[in-house]
């Protein structure tokens, strides 16, 4: 199984310029609204430093890629339509696109850092992206709510038989992914007692909030980045005590994609999500120019984004890790280091192995930490870039 991410914000913001800079696909791009409607699915990567130097070896991987030490690991992007005010009451392309995001385990929110657009995606000035961020936030919880609602009124039609109210709500909320016994956590972590027929609206509106943050985590990517008014706009909501709690990733959309098509033409070598990269041809002094203006903001910005937008959101909101599967030995029945797995960040041995294969699973016996040779048990949960050999009957 992939991991999902999903592009989401209002239209013309530049979603799916970002996923065709990261996954090399060529979907429609445009300056005006609902330029996407279907959503597309693509191959992008993250990168994880390699474990094979440091067992003197070169990896081999079967999927993905590895670069000057990087690993790029696979994982799913989803461009999504452009959402406008209003989508859950079916504004614009409004279910639609709510059910295109169910399928999503966290959200890149892109939002237009230059304030071009206005809230349908229109062209115009001075467009404060504050508005489009709270706006994204809200129609979201609208729509949780929504199903929240119905999940009340459905326990309450049901209360004669007396069922468990999180067993209840966590049918309704079924698509969300969230078990009865997530959704009895987040009432007690907001402070709520688990009987859904005395929430007023307030308390209503704070756990669809919450069952939101917890099934739809999101990073925002601050695109248009290369403009000069989207990084006086960086400048003054990075620093705006209301929005300190988000996790704001500069972005050059454009810039990376430029990137990669120079690095594709070999008129340079850039590895992806580097804050540099070198020329390698003779080019025209304007092709030229173009990219010293592109090395001046990898420079300053670290790079132009889109790697960066699709780890945070893998590593940080997601909270995942990687793990190889590993040889003590140094036997490799295959090739060393082929994979590199993304697994939740309390996944244990024994669920490394189950993800392996189900037969690896049923069969464990204990699992070896490569680099220290020690044996580790089923419950042992791993940590980020471990290397793990399982030992299992079926093998
Ligand atoms: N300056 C600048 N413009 C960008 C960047 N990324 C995208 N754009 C422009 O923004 C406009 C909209 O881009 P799209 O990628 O079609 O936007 P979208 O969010 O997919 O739009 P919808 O499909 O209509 O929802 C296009 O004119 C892009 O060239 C960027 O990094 N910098
Ligand atoms: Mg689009």
Known sequence: MSYRIGLVGKPSVGKSTLFNAATMNDVPEGAFPFTTIDPSIG???????????????????????????SRFVP????????????????????NQFL??????????????????????????????????????????DAWYLDILEKGIERYESKQLSDPDPEDILAEQLSAFGISAAEIKQVILTEGYEVTPTAWETDARETLARAIRKRTKPMVIAANKMDTPEAQANW?????????????????????????????EQGAIEYVPGEDGFEITAELPDEKAAGLEQIRTFVEEFGGAGVQRALETAVFDV????????????GNWSEGPFRDCFLLPEDATAEEFAYHLHS???????????????????????LDHRDVVEVVSTNQ
């Open 318 to 329: 997601l909270g995942l890790k990687a793990v190889f599967p590993g040889s003590a030995s």
């Open 359 to 381: 037969d690896i699973g049923d069969g464990f016996l204990h699992a070896i930490d490569c680099r220290t040779d020690r044996q580790v048990g089923a419950d042992t949960v």
């Open 99 to 140: 059910t295109d995001l169910n399928e999503t385990d966290a959200l890149i929110h892109v939002v237009d850092f230059s304030g071009t657009t206005d809230s349908e995606g229109e062209t115009t000035e001075g467009h404060d992206p504050r508005e489009d961020i709270d706006f994204l936030e809200d129609e979201l």
């Open 43 to 69: 191959e992008a990567y993250v990168r994880t430093e390699c474990a094979a130097p440091e067992f003197d070896n070169t990896c081999e991987p079967s999927v993905g890629d590895c670069k000057d030490g």
């Open 235 to 263: 400048e003054e909501i990075t620093t705006d005590p209301d929005y300190e709690h988000l996790d704001f990733v500069p972005v050059s959309a454009h810039a990376e994609k430029a990137l990669k098509n120079a690095n």
């Open 75 to 94: 994982i799913k992007l989803v461009d999504i339509a452009g959402l406008v005010p209003g989508a859950h009451e079916g504004r614009g392309l409004g």
